[in-house]
């Protein structure tokens, strides 16, 4: 790769962003793709902001002019290259989700952050209330080898600090972004719609969704349920599409296959911004008491959409001022009373819209570009503290502070 030039210490740094990246389907690589464009139009370029890709098993490269390097990350051998790469740039900006780096991810990560030189900026995407040990030191390693560390809600940071003794001054939180669009006000009419999508695995919680869906036959119009997402990649590699057959198998069993519909495709931004638009409200059933950041509720509330979800730490934190309603985890009946309330009682729909849409605007991702690009000129910064005085006792003829003299 050729060497960048030197910019000044006024333009924007030049950022490097290590992550999965599109046409990879996870959460990961829309958030880091989405972020890059949203910087890109900032900045009107995207000459100063590259990726190293991560490459599961079985996945390729493809040409794009914004990928830097690729790292197949079923061996560590990609860390001395992303190391180098790292050099021509002010700011390594690390994407982390336990697994997106391999097997052996938590060695790689800390190889690769005990070699690069350049200013770090960690991203945590997952805050584990419980993390084995190995999670736990991996965590609190990135913290400390970091600039700055980003988490993407308040739940996050109390994790960080209660749980891992984290100093509540090394963290910052940038909410996941989205890309706002309300889609105004549905058509009266013809059955409700509630929709649940994304990648689909176990802990998602479908079974539940659709348990409490079945104790909605007695409206009228009774709702139609609409679960549209692929088999995530990772567990299609090992578990192949058996929840999917289970949550088939349940839709039979309870008699509701003129309620539910599963949708087994990846949703491309206009697919999605569709069902959006034919939907009435979201519901994300998910099973995980520790899901600190949810790119689905953001998507929800751009799109002005109520939601009902499980008591998670990023819902809770989001839908308290009214966007939506929280109901306990596998309580189909809690469940099922919260979105009969939201799709009988038009004034509770109503505000629940209208706080959606209010939140929806401040999630934008153009004010989380700002938030980074703020965050990585404040990291590019902490290297060139470290080198004036070092600058400076060169120029007397004496050794910097803490060095023994050659």
């Given amino acids: 790769m050729t ?3 030197q910019t000044s210490r006024l333009a924007a740094p030049r950022i490097l962003f290590v992550s999965t990246y599109p046409p990879t389907r996870c959460g990961i690589a829309n958030y880091t793709h989405s972020l890059v464009q949203a910087m890109a139009e900032q900045r009107r370029s995207v000459a100063d902001l590259g990726v190293v890709r991560l490459l599961a098993p079985g996945e390729f490269p493809r040409p794009d002019p914004i990928i830097e390097a690729y790292a197949g990350v079923s061996n560590s051998r990609w860390v001395d290259h992303v190391a180098k790469v790292a050099r021509s740039y002010d700011v390594v900006w690390l994407q982390h989700e336990f697994g997106i780096y391999g097997e052996s991810g938590d060695r790689a990560l800390r190889r690769l952050t005990e070699k690069v030189t350049t200013p770090i900026v960690t991203t945590l995407h997952t805050v584990l209330r419980e993390p084995d040990p190995i999670q736990r030191d991996l965590t609190r390693h990135l913290v400390k080898r970091s600039a700055h560390t980003v988490v993407l809600s308040q739940a996050a940071r109390r994790m960080l600090v209660d749980h891992y003794r984290v100093d509540p001054t090394a963290v910052e939180v940038v909410p996941h972004g989205v890309r706002y669009r309300p889609l105004g006000q549905r058509a009266p009419g013809g059955r409700p719609i509630i929709v649940t999508w994304g990648l689909l695995g ?10 409490a869906v079945s104790r909605l036959k007695h409206l009228d119009p009774a709702p139609h349920y609409v679960v549209a997402g692929a088999t995530h990649p990772q567990v299609f590699r ?25 949708e087994d495709t990846y949703l491309s931004d206009d697919d999605l911004e569709r069902l959006l638009h034919s939907a009435r409200i979201a519901f994300l059933p998910y099973d995980s008491a520790d899901q600190v950041s949810s790119g ?12 009902v979800a499980t008591a ?16 306990p985890h596998r309580d189909p009946q809690a469940m099922a009373d919260a979105i009969s309330t939201l799709l009988t009682n ?6 629940a819209r209208s706080r959606a849409a209010d939140l929806g605007r401040s999630l934008h991702w153009s004010q989380v570009a700002d938030r980074c690009e703020a ?16 600058e400076k006792a060169a120029r007397k003829g004496s050794p910097a502070p803490g060095r023994k003299p050659r």
């Fill in 238 to 262: 090992t578990q192949g599409d058996a929840y999917r057959a289970d949550l088939v198998r349940l839709v039979r069993e309870l008699d509701v296959e003129q309620m539910v519909r599963m």
């Fill in 375 to 390: 965050i990585a000129a404040s990291a590019s910064r902490t290297l060139l503290v470290l080198r004036r005085p070092t």
């Fill in 346 to 351: 038009d004034e509770a729909h109503g505000a």
């Fill in 296 to 307: 689905v509720l953001v998507e929800a509330l751009g799109a002005g959409l109520p939601v």
């Fill in 312 to 327: 998670f730490p990023h819902a809770v934190e989001l839908l308290e001022d009214g966007a939506g309603i929280v109901v």
């Fill in 3 to 5: 060497e960048r030039p």
């Fill in 202 to 211: 176990p802990g998602k919680g479908i079974e539940w969704g659709i348990a």
